[in-house]
């Protein structure tokens, strides 16, 4: 939930609870990078299975912020994703956190043959910044999308805020009423 004052100021919850759950995901993918150094072979051990899984996760909680926002915001989601900072590979970042969570989210269950077109655009977005040829493409995908910064999502947290302000923005300039 978000609150916005009459001032224009805002209270978000949503962005406090996400900042605090990232926090735990960055620890955790922090303690799985030392694990994958001592061990030596992390792949064999399924040190890098872990890490993208939870990569995964931490893209699935960005997904949700990103709906929750535009939920608020009353925006459709599509609309909302068009707003907010661009990445280099010229995608917005909420349209490619969105990408990221739908791939994780959503990869065993679709086939080749269904959802063909919502399945080619996320494959697209996220072979754009991973590359196609990663076995695990959400950590790859996560460091190019927060490059030069550490790849953790406590980088990509800002970069969401900027995006619900472009939102705010662009709801404002098309004269929509309410929250």
Known sequence: MMLIFGDGGVLDFELNFLRELM?????????????????????????LDSMEHVTGFGFVACQRYVTAIAGDLRVAKSEALDNGPIHSSRHTVAS???????????????????????????????????????????????SELVAPAQSRFGALVPRLEEWREAVRGARRLSGSAGA
């Open 23 to 47: 926090r735990v995901v960055d620890g955790h993918l922090a303690d799985l990078e030392e694990r994958a150094v001592r061990c030596g072979d992390p792949d064999q051990f399924g040190i």
């Open 96 to 142: 490619l956190v969105n990408h990221a969570a739908n791939y994780w989210n959503h990869a065993d269950e679709w086939s080749p043959d269904a959802s063909k077109r919502a399945w080619d655009r996320t494959i697209a977005a996220v072979v754009a910044l991973a590359g196609d040829r990663s076995d695990y493409p959400l950590i790859s995908f996560l």
